[in-house]
């Protein structure tokens, strides 16, 4: 799939082979020809953009490079050549079998490791004498101009592939433009993930299979989001966080635990007095599996019982008790108790019930009829004229609105007005509305492929060396899908408008990030990057980690709200250093953190007086264990195995997202370190380790892994606190590759906040460069990255400075066509 810009318009294809599926789909599901036209402008997508201002492409200027012979291939001698020269080749690497110097030059694949090896300093190894920082330099210099050929002063934006919205942004797109709480996860399937994020272009493919579903929510989401049926008996919601236990308010319906006997209630005004259907939609909660564990469901209505249910595990998403009342005018007592029943069994988890809403509709004799709340999100002008031209006029405005937002780019005339062809038709037909037409024309938009994929204009997609600014639309959408996961909001759509979007750059995105709308980067992000998403999905037996046969008292400490919280600590510590200045190398070493009262029972943190399941910013004792994302229960539990720990798993988290600096794949047929265990009993980590560590093929990983896992051995898998393993006292220090020596948890996460904070600031920096523009990081990328490190540096290292150098960034505000650049 590509973009092209050709007379003006802009060129959407996609592979031959779902073209015809779609077009032929369209045919079978809509009997409308106007809107198979319509389609035909979705998939092939021509809009005239007639005010695009182009820039003349930046040229390279010639720089001064370091002579090979004379300056880089001594240094080389001095300290490479004893393991990569003169015969020697270890790893496969050798630097000085080559037959011709330009040949070597090309050789981008051999100096892409020499390059990465020397900025983070893994090699020459510690042990052995090192270049000075000076001749570093120099080599850096030499690979970056003469092999990369990098130009600080032009740097490469690189390419995205077009790529179509995630299940997350599809979501909230819907979720902000027709306030319809679609579930993706249930529509979609999961999205593929590349370099460790579902944002990457190059895996956010489309099937045939796929696009019949976006087909099918289109409709779904359109019919519950346009009101098509007139005035009719209103609906109105008592959600379940709103109804509470007089006694303790932070009891709520969202959690009835079936062992605890509890009541909530919650009141909600009714306009007009008479007969009301009151509908509890709720979901059962706690295993997987059936279980034995039952509760009763009562159900009152000012002080009056409506409803009894029997409860019991049940996987269905929705239940729902449902039960005819009078209500009076004005405010009403809604009650819900439950009671236990049957005790699970011995091995089972005891369930819990969570309730969405009450829903609460009437009055049922139909003598009051009301347009529904979200007439005037879809209708914001009011009921449609009578008039067939006036009409016309109004359904022009809306889809114009609507059209404009869901393409996140003013909608051309040509696609406009096929739109509202297309609802005029409808509104023409017998016993159909002008509301029926503007969802017809509603749902082909949601069908489009501009709505689907985020298109930018390239006005010159095959000349590699045409390096271009973004429009302020497209400005505008990766700035709010960066942040917001959504489209451009109303205040960002006009500043893009009026073409001052470039000039208010850095006050949007102080804006965005102190907007509630900014958690869901926290939780997308981190979710990924530091893997919080999978904190309450991780499959651990605690029995085996706690010592404690019965699954029942195991899930008592480690349970699915303890793990919920965890994952919200995670999420509220890094939210909080964004939103105020905090140094980034604050995520690692801290005094802070955020708690309930369960987390501080279950971190065992002595002389902490935290009461309720309400997290808040707690500071630690000065003896505490914790402190910073590498103590907190989300790091340490997705990175253990379902029966123990796994240094391994940990060292390579380090590595990889800490220091980046990943750790090649393991090789074929390597023994697993049961196997170890298996033949040396009663061994402790460390020693099988060592013993994994004996064989070659295993060292040269290890080495490195190793040391950064065992100094986290003081937590079992599931992040509690521990002084040995199975009796045996258990030891932490070690040496990094790079030669920092610690003794515990605590001076290693000084010693990564400290001494490797460099190579911190540009991991975090590549990893949140890769989540905001969809694609993997590129040799070429090297400029930008060492100028938002060094911004870093000198604005003391705030998380908010990264934000902002990221937005500022060339990758993120411009582009180049496909294709390698001519140097």
């Known amino acids: 799939m590509f973009v092209s810009h050709k007379a003006n318009q802009l060129h959407l294809d996609f592979p031959p082979s779902v073209l015809p599926y779609i077009f032929g789909r369209y045919m079978m599901l809509h009997s409308s020809s106007r809107l198979f036209t319509l389609l035909f402008i979705g998939v ?60 070597h030059r090309k050789n981008e694949k051999l100096w892409l490791s020499v390059w990465k090896n020397i900025r983070s300093e ?93 087909i099918e929510a289109a409709r779904e989401i359109v019919k519950r989001g346009v009101p098509t049926d007139g005035p009719s008996i209103l609906t109105t919601k008592l959600y379940g ?62 002080n009056q019982e409506l409803k009894q249910r029997d409860l019991g595990w049940d996987n269905r998403k929705h239940i729902l008790l449902s039960a005819d009342v009078t209500l009076d005018k004005g405010d009403n007592l809604f009650q819900l108790q439950i009671t236990p029943d049957a005790a699970a069994e011995e091995g089972e988890q005891d369930l819990t019930l969570k309730v969405r809403t009450i829903d609460i509709q009437g009055p049922l004799d139909g003598s009051s009829l009301e347009y529904p709340p979200n007439y005037q999100r879809i209708f914001f002008d009011g009921l449609p004229p009578t008039e067939p031209a006036d009409r016309a006029v109004y359904a022009g405005k809306i889809l114009d609105y609507f059209g404009s937002k869901a393409f996140r780019r003013p909608i051309d005339e040509l696609t406009l007005d096929r739109l509202v062809s297309m609802a005029m038709a409808i509104d023409q037909q017998a016993n159909r509305s002008f509301e029926d037409g503007i969802a017809h024309a509603l749902t082909a938009i949601l069908s489009s492929p501009r709505f689907l994929f985020r298109a930018e204009i390239q006005p010159e997609p095959n000349n590699p060396n045409a390096i271009l600014p973004l429009d302020d639309f497209a400005l505008a959408s990766r700035l709010s899908f960066f942040l917001w996961s959504s489209l451009p909001d109303d205040e960002l759509w006009a500043l893009a408008e009026q073409g001052k979007l470039k000039s208010q750059l850095h006050q949007q995105v102080d804006r ?12 997308n992000f981190v979710g990924q990057w530091l893997q919080t998403k999978d904190v309450e999905t991780n499959l651990i037996d605690p029995r ?37 200045d905090g140094r980034i190398e604050t995520l690692l070493h801290s005094d802070y953190t955020f708690l309930n009262e369960e987390l501080v029972k279950y971190y065992q943190i002595e002389g902490l007086d935290v009461k309720g399941s309400e997290l808040r910013k707690v500071k630690l004792p000065a003896d505490s264990h914790r402190g910073g994302l590498l ?56 020693e099988a380790l060592a013993i994994h560590r004996e064989k070659p093929l295993c060292n040269s990983c290890h080495s490195r892994m190793d040391p950064l896992g065992l100094a986290f051995e003081n937590y079992n898998a599931i992040g509690q606190y521990r002084d040995n393993d199975h009796g045996k006292p258990i030891e932490t220090g070690g ?70 150098q990221i937005v500022d960034s060339a990758p993120f505000r411009m582009r180049r066509g496909d294709g390698a650049r001519e140097n």
Request: overall charge negative; hydrophobic content about 35%.
């Open 544 to 580: 085996i980690i706690l010592g404690i046969k019965d699954l029942k008292e195991a899930f008592k400490i480690y349970n699915r709200q303890a793990r919920k919280s965890m994952r919200l600590e995670t999420e509220m510590f890094f939210a909080d250093l964004m939103r105020n």
């Open 122 to 214: 893994t090699m020459p190894p510690s042990t052995e004498a090192q270049p000075t920082a000076e001749e570093k330099k120099l080599i850096e210099k030499w690979i970056e101009g003469s092999v990369f050929k990098l130009d600080p002063s032009s740097p490469d934006p690189g390419r995205v592939t077009i790529r179509r919205l995630n299940r997350t942004e599809y979501h909230y797109v819907i979720q902000d433009m027709l306030g319809v709480d679609f579930d993706t996860s249930e529509a979609f399937p999961i999205d593929d993930t590349g370099y460790g994020f579902d944002t990457i272009g190059d895996v956010l493919s489309i099937s045939p299979l796929l696009m019949e579903k976006y």
């Open 631 to 686: 103590t907190q229960g989300t790091f340490l539990i997705v990175t253990s195995n379902p029966a123990r720990t796994s240094p391994v798993k940990r060292g390579l988290f380090i590595l990889d997202n800490i220091l980046g600096t990943p750790a090649p794949p393991a090789p074929p047929d390597v023994p697993a370190l049961e196997e170890v265990t298996k033949k040396a009993k009663n061994v402790s980590m460390r």
């Open 44 to 103: 092939s997508c021509f809009a005239s953009f007639t005010s695009f201002a182009l820039a003349e492409p930046v040229k390279s200027k010639a720089r001064a490079l370091p002579d090979f012979r004379k300056q880089i291939e001594p240094i080389l001698e001095t300290h490479c050549y004893d393991c990569h020269g003169f015969g020697e080749q270890e790893g496969d690497i050798s630097l000085d079998s080559f037959t011709s110097l330009e040949e």
């Open 512 to 523: 965005m990030l102190a907007d509630e709308k900014s958690d869901r980067f926290v939780e």
């Open 241 to 302: 966080s709103h109804l509470k236990n007089t006694k303790n308010p932070k009891i709520t319906a969202d959690s009835l635990p079936f062992t605890q006997e509890r009541t909530v209630e919650g009141k909600r005004a009714v306009k007009h007095a008479g007969r009301y259907r009151v509908s509890v939609d709720m979901t059962v909660m706690g295993s997987d599996e059936a279980t034995s564990n039952t509760a009763k469901l009562k159900l009152t209505v000012n």
């Open 735 to 804: 040496t990094l590759i790079t030669g920092e020596e610690f003794a515990d948890i605590r001076e290693l996460s000084q010693v990564l906040a400290t001494d490797r904070r460099q190579d911190f600031y540009r991991c975090l920096t590549e990893k949140m460069l890769t989540f905001a523009l969809g694609r993997g990081i590129e040799y070429y990328d090297t400029p930008t990255i060492d100028i938002i490190v060094a911004e870093l540096n000198s604005d003391h290292g705030k998380l908010s400075t990264l934000i902002h």
